[in-house]
């Protein structure tokens, strides 16, 4: 008897890593700030990047930004950046190297400010009525940003983060569950929509 693969998102393709990836991380709600700053800090690696391709280098990421703890990544100074230059394992950027570096610093003013970075983040969870009610591939195609990623984007601008463009935004928010993307036909999406629901929002 041959085991029948679960109906999932069609960008989770063939590799069994990414598909790991959609079954029991991607869209799934996250309240945890080392997760959300990691996550938010990845996005920016990514960006004219494919998302597998930082994925596979995820642990010599978490391993070279000193497990993205927020307080330990805002101390980096220029040694750690000719550091993070010099490493094969990671996407060596100087750009996004710094831009890691100043988002630690905002991140820890964001959690003076608000108490959590899940307590900021969740604030721009948009409303059900501003989502679509079915979830198709072609209508996620085009959801590029949308009005609560663009507000978010805008808002950690203004607070000096880098790197957090609408799409960058959108992306993080999916990824984070703040909104539940799975199409509505992938076996991720009702238990997705299970915890969101059971979620106590911080």
């Known amino acids: 008897m041959t085991d ?60 070279a930004f000193a497990g993205f703890d927020i307080d330990k990544v805002a101390t980096f100074d220029e040694p750690d950046i000719d550091r993070l230059l010099a490493d094969a394992g990671i996407v060596r950027h100087r750009g996004k190297i710094v831009s890691t570096i100043n988002n630690a610093r905002r991140a820890q003013a964001l959690r003076a400010e608000f108490g959590s970075l899940a307590t900021y983040f969740w604030r721009f969870e948009p409303m059900p009525e501003d989502r679509p009610t079915d979830l198709t591939w072609d209508a996620l195609r085009t959801m590029a940003t949308t009005p609560a990623s663009t507000a978010l984007s805008k808002d950690l601008k203004k607070r000096g983060f880098s790197f957090v463009g609408p799409t960058t935004c959108y992306a993080f928010m999916q990824a984070m569950g703040l909104v539940n993307d799975h199409i509505a036909d992938c076996h991720c999406r009702p238990v997705v929509e299970q915890q969101r629901a059971e979620l106590v929002r911080p």
């Open 4 to 63: 029948i693969e679960p109906v999932r998102c069609p960008w989770a393709g063939s590799d069994p890593l990414y598909q790991r990836y959609h079954d029991t991380e991607w869209g799934f709600p996250v309240t945890d700030d080392t997760r959300l700053f990691e996550k938010l800090c990845l996005e920016g690696f990514q960006s004219g990047l494919s998302w597998l391709t930082i994925l596979r280098k995820r642990e010599n990421f978490r391993a």
